[in-house]
């Protein structure tokens, strides 16, 4: 996940920073058990009450959280349950008090040559970061995008039970995909990628 920062060097030059947040998609699950608990615990209710079934395992796991495929009890529809992995927001702080340190160390560097303060950048890549933990803000992310995409029949947003979400859990619409990364499955599904 991109996202940029515009600094001004004292020449007024303007460089436009990238930096790519390379958080996993492929690492180990946490345990199960730590998952239901805290799924349960922020439903504030059993999952047999809400779910009428859920993958015994997780579908996808990432450096932040995992994500569980069940059907919601009163619908009938399929979700997906994400759940931040437990003590996550520690590390996090903690890597970003590196990178802030670093970054002082670069600063003069970073100016100099890239018109840029590498503190000001590192301070917003951390708060973007520390956005993605709360798990009620990405559901409110996700209904504005699926307000602002609404007329566009290319692009399809997940629903949000937002009765269902919580700071460590969302509930959203399940949609069958192909990983981005899987390029032979794209093109294998009839999408041009080159358009």
Known sequence: MPFAADCSSTNSVTCRVCIWLCLQDDVPPFPDEQAFAIIQEQLGRPLEAVFSSISEQP???ASLGQVYKAVLRDTGEEVAVKVQRPGIEPL????LYVFRALGS???AFSQQRLGCNAELVVDEFGQKLLEELDYMQEARNIEE????FASDPTVKIPWV???LCGSKVVVMEWIEGIRCTD???IR???IDVDE
Not at 92 to 95: T, V, Y
Not at 145 to 148: A, P, S
């Open 145 to 148: 995008f699926g307000r602002n």
């Open 183 to 185: 390029i032979a499955g």
């Open 92 to 95: 996090i702080l903690r890597d």
């Open 161 to 163: 039970r937002r009765d």
């Open 188 to 190: 294998s599904s009839g």
């Open 59 to 61: 579908v996808a796991a």
């Open 105 to 107: 160390l670069f600063n």
